[in-house]
């Protein structure tokens, strides 16, 4: 089960938490992983951590939100692979604050990453998949495209904005053979999280760490190998039938 021999897998934000989980899962089953980051080094850090595993990869320096990048990254993976059987959108940014507190600037950066460069990897994607007669788009969105959070406006309209595009493009290409789903995860424990209780709770990492863990139900935070196993199964041949679904990865939030 959950094979992905033979299978071109294009992954974005591969660099480190969620998506370096995804494409080493990925790997393992068999897949091909092309690893897309902004940080050349992460990809390239990822690229030999599975081809030291005895999987294959390349790795690519993007930036997502950038137009005529996407588009010459793309070009250049499927001239090396004849195809794209599936993209993982997951390279994104956070952005804590409201509406009152979130400046312009702010929108406009968080937009650039979390929608222009989900929408400009879909759409670079798609041209291949359309071509060889089908593939898998899957998105990461997020618990606050389902549930209200608080400080996190800029970032819950780029993660309702995904949710929305993850449905519009299964409703559009279900008959062309295209399946896309969205995965909204939870508080999952990356090197972001870390980083951020680091800027913003010195000397108290450890007790914000237990006070954000202990907020979702389950009592802990998830681990991005488990985000990763999900994302096996929506973007294996097990997934068949399922097109334009969010799966909460919540450790109960929607639940209560």
């Known amino acids: 089960m959950f094979d ?9 934000g591969a660099g480190s938490g969620i998506g370096r989980a995804i494409a080493q899962v990925f790997a393992q089953q068999g897949a091909t992983v092309a690893a897309i980051d902004r940080d050349e080094g992460a990809a390239a850090a990822i690229h030999d951590a599975i081809r030291a595993g005895g999987g294959a990869a390349s790795f690519h320096a993007c930036d997502v939100g950038d137009e005529a990048q996407v588009d010459d990254t793309f070009r250049h993976i499927h001239a ?10 997951n390279a994104g940014i956070a952005h804590i604050g409201t509406l009152e507190t979130t400046s312009p600037q702010d929108f406009d950066r968080l937009f650039r990453v979390n929608v222009r460069g989900v929408y400009l990897c879909a759409r670079a994607a798609l041209a291949t998949m359309l071509g060889q007669g089908g593939g898998v788009i899957l998105n990461m969105a997020s618990i606050v495209s389902l549930v209200g959070l608080p400080d996190r406006f800029a970032y819950t309209m780029t993660k309702g904005a995904v949710l929305a ?3 519009s493009i299964a409703v559009d290409y279900v008959k062309r053979g295209i399946r896309c789903n969205c995965i909204c ?9 870390d980083g951020f209780l680091a800027a913003n709770y010195p000397g108290r990492e450890a007790e914000m760490f237990r006070t954000l863990s202990e907020a979702q139900p389950i009592g802990r935070m998830g681990t991005p190998e488990e985000v990763a196993h ?12 399922v097109t334009g679904q969010a799966y909460p990865i919540d450790g109960g939030v929607t639940a209560t």
């Open 165 to 167: 595009m993850t449905r």
């Open 230 to 241: 999900l994302a096996l199964y929506l973007c294996s041949d097990e997934a068949s039938f």
């Open 185 to 193: 995860p939870a508080r999952v424990h990356t090197p972001f999280v």
């Open 4 to 12: 992905l021999g033979h299978r071109i897998a294009v992954v974005t």
């Open 80 to 89: 090396a692979h004849g195809r794209i059987d599936i993209l993982v959108n």
